[in-house]
């Protein structure tokens, strides 16, 4: 069963305009909100942004763009698709609310992670796709996202 998420108060509201990606990222997820249910967290999820490049260690990964209020994943390693949503900024959290292509909604927390500095890359191949932020690499392929911490 998921664990809820020790956060005060109610979820954190979707109103206001979006901020686009950050460009450089290593995010750990603190909770996510599912149809506007709990804040729970069930796995541990990373996520590393490099330039337009993102890989989520769910097990897509892709490009990111910006319409000027919302972001675009779009989905070209792992599982196919496209998330769309907005972030915004509270205290040092990344706040997403976002729709996926199924029209179900969500609400994600993203927490900085440590030991971002350095070198950062991405690279892609004809079946993976790889990308760095410091200390961290996710790997996604075909079969799922694979974390690790050098």
Not at 20 to 28: C, Q, T, Y
Request: charged share 25%; glycine share 14%.
């Amino acid at each position: 069963m998921p664990e809820p998420v020790d956060a005060p108060g109610a979820l954190p509201s979707a109103d206001g305009p979006g901020i686009p990606v950050p460009e450089r990222g290593a995010w750990l997820r603190r909770g996510i909100s599912r149809d506007g249910g709990p804040l729970v967290e069930d796995r541990e999820v990373v996520w590393l942004q490099a330039g337009p490049y993102f890989a989520d260690s769910r097990g897509f990964a892709g490009v990111t763009s910006f319409d000027g209020s919302r972001v675009h994943f779009h989905h070209l390693t792992g599982e196919p698709g496209e998330d769309t949503g907005r972030l915004r900024w509270e205290g040092a959290n990344l706040v997403e609310w976002g729709t996926n292509t199924d029209g179900s909604t969500f609400l994600e927390v993203w927490t900085p992670l440590p030991c971002a500095e350095g070198d950062t890359g991405s690279w892609a191949g004809a079946d993976h796709h790889v990308v760095r932020v410091g200390r961290h690499l996710v790997h996604v392929d075909a079969r799922a996202g694979t974390y690790w911490r050098t």
